[in-house]
Nanobody, 125 residues
């Protein structure tokens, strides 16, 4: 099963930008979708953006036009470029990935789903 490690969070002023990275490592045969979720205090975790192995993307309405998700399949890494940040973007951001650990899992259709530990993004003046 893959381990995911996020980086790039921090404190930024409203209107600023941040770029999050998430690298997957461990037993990986292939990765299907990768995505970013966030959870603000007192709120449920929500999908921010997702990208398939072929590059098809999906965004939450609240971030469309401001955030861009991309991935480097050779490096098993997904990125989230966040521009025009708002205070309401403040949350812990989590990386998620699903795929197959090895060829045997692929043949059997046994999918893993892994989460990163989270990285804090704070937007405040």
């Amino acid at each position: 099963q893959a381990q995911l490690v996020e980086s790039g969070g921090g404190l930024v002023q409203p209107g600023g930008s941040l770029r999050l990275s998430c690298a997957a490592s461990g037993s990986i045969f292939s990765i299907n979708a990768m995505g970013w979720y966030r959870q603000a205090p007192g709120k449920q975790r929500e999908l921010v953006a997702a990208i398939t192995s072929s590059g098809r993307t999906n965004y939450a309405d609240s971030v469309k036009g401001r955030f861009t998700i991309s991935r480097d399949n050779a490096r098993n890494t997904v990125y989230l470029q966040m521009n025009s940040l708002k205070p309401e973007d403040t949350a812990v951001y989590y990386c998620n990935a699903d795929g197959y650990s090895d060829h045997s899992s692929f043949v059997r259709g046994q999918v893993f789903n892994s989460w990163g530990q989270g990285t804090q993004v704070t937007v405040s003046s």
